[in-house]
């Protein structure tokens, strides 16, 4: 039994592990899918591009002001963005077929520190094809969506975090 | 992302923004009443106005909560409410997202309900809303589908950011709601004034083999404008 017990700890505790078994509230894994293209600008008109073959996986939210779970999220995104900030995460915030100043009053008042992506005419969102919005992918560094998300989530608990720093980088996603 | 300007310090320099912001404020606190119209009217810079504008918003939120009918089924499988939305009050929804007359005057053709429901159940429940029946005392009703209200936009030319945001206001048509999961939008018929019966049935499990969840609402109404 001695010998059994640190075998059954690494097992239990082993960080791939951790990541399938204890998948915080509201992550899913699903089968990987490609994910559809996103080139979109942000409020300052600088072109963020998903990409293929990066050596980062990337966080893409849609999300827009009138829905309400979105406004309660918001908050909660800012701030794994800068508690993320130096990991190798990218994320791409995209607002759904809104006007820029709907989106500036939303945003100053909910979360001032995003600067979201304009997806002006909704057609990248449509692409997608969220469940509803708000929500939310996780693309590995193939530019496979590997996980989505379900509804608005308290992002800013420390087992969101926990759980995107530890993604494997090789893709090797079980 | 980076995050390279404070889009919120931006506001004080961006062209009206803070006025327009102020206004957009008001107009999302009241999308709910019935007053949009008469609130967007009243706007204006004086504090005499705008302390009016409060009071209104504050008499007409207790009406409309008043008014308002909210159909409830709950079961330990899942909760689904019905929140019938009357003709003004998607008005100043869809007004408030700066959509055009002719948009809006499209909408108030049709009834508008707001859907939710929560998938109570460790297993997934399949909303397809082809399972749902609804019917009066003289005829099955029809929910007007995405697909029709894409052509009833094609109509009118209506740009395409106001169908993406229409669109995404609506309820899935299908969907398999995952254990736990809570979702929401409107569905939509003609309007009309008779009363009718709402049967929606669920199938659930992963294969769709389980037992299937049959909720029946009845007696739903078209919301009406509360000037009518």
Redesign the interface.
């Known amino acids: 039994m001695k010998k059994i017990l640190p075998l059954l700890f690494i097992i239990i505790f082993s960080p791939s592990l951790l990541a399938e078994s204890g998948l915080p509230k509201g992550i899913?894994k699903i089968t990987p899918r490609i994910a559809p293209a996103l080139s979109l600008e942000?409020?300052?008109g600088?072109k963020?591009t998903l990409k293929t073959n990066s050596s980062h996986w990337s966080f893409v939210h849609f999300w827009?002001?009138?829905?309400g779970p979105c406004r309660k999220e918001m908050p909660a995104i800012q701030k794994l963005?800068q508690a993320m900030s130096k990991d190798k995460l990218?994320?791409?915030?995209v607002n759904?077929?809104?006007?820029e100043?709907?989106?500036?009053?939303f945003?100053?008042?909910v979360a001032?520190?995003?600067?979201t992506?304009l997806?002006?005419?909704?057609?990248t969102?449509?692409k997608w094809k969220p469940?509803?919005?708000p929500s939310t992918y996780l693309v590995d560094p193939a530019g496979q969506i590997q996980y989505v998300v379900?509804?608005g989530q308290e992002w800013q608990k420390p087992q969101y975090s926990q759980f995107l720093r530890q993604l494997p980088i090789n893709n090797k996603v079980n | 992302?980076k995050?390279?300007?404070?889009?919120?310090?931006?506001?004080l320099i961006?062209n009206h923004?803070d006025t327009?912001?102020q206004a957009?404020?008001l107009i999302?606190v009241i999308s709910n009443s019935g007053y949009s119209r008469l609130m967007k009217t009243l706007y204006a810079n004086s504090l005499v106005l705008r302390a009016l504008l409060l009071v209104t918003i504050l008499f007409s939120s207790v009406q409309s909560v008043a008014a308002t009918t909210k159909h409830v089924i709950e079961n330990p499988s899942i909760k689904m409410v019905i929140i019938p939305r009357s003709a003004e009050q998607m008005a100043a929804?869809y007004e408030?997202?700066?959509f055009p007359a002719n948009a809006i005057a499209t909408t108030r053709e049709a009834c508008f309900f707001t859907i939710g429901i929560h998938n109570k159940t460790n297993d997934i429940l399949w909303l397809d809303t082809q399972q749902w029946y609804l019917n009066n005392k003289n005829s099955t009703i029809s929910l007007i589908s995405k697909e029709q209200w894409k052509q009833r936009w094609g109509k009118i030319n209506l740009?395409?950011?106001?169908?993406?945001?229409f669109?995404?206001?609506l309820l899935?048509e299908q969907?398999d709601f995952?254990p736990g999961?809570?979702?929401?939008?409107n569905i939509t018929i003609a309007r009309q004034h008779d009363p009718f019966n709402l049967v929606a049935t669920f199938n659930t499990a992963a294969d769709k083999k389980g037992t299937p969840i049959r909720l029946e609402f009845k007696n739903l109404r078209c919301a009406e404008d509360t000037e009518q």
Do not use: V
């Not at chain 1, 827009?64 to 829905?67: D, F, H, L, T």
């Not at chain 1, 990218?90 to 915030?93: D, H, L, N, V």
């Not at chain 2, 995050?3 to 506001?11: A, D, Q, S």
């Open positions: 899913i942000n409020m300052d600088e963020f827009a002001s009138w829905c963005i990218k994320f791409f915030i759904t077929a809104e006007s100043d709907t989106i500036f009053s945003l100053g008042a001032p520190d995003i600067n992506l997806d002006r005419d909704g057609l969102t449509e469940r509803g919005l379900i509804g | 992302m995050l390279p300007l404070n889009p919120y310090k931006r506001l961006y923004a327009r912001m957009q404020q999302s929804f408030g997202r700066e740009p395409q950011r106001f169908q993406s945001t669109r995404w206001t899935p969907l995952q999961e809570r979702e929401g939008g």
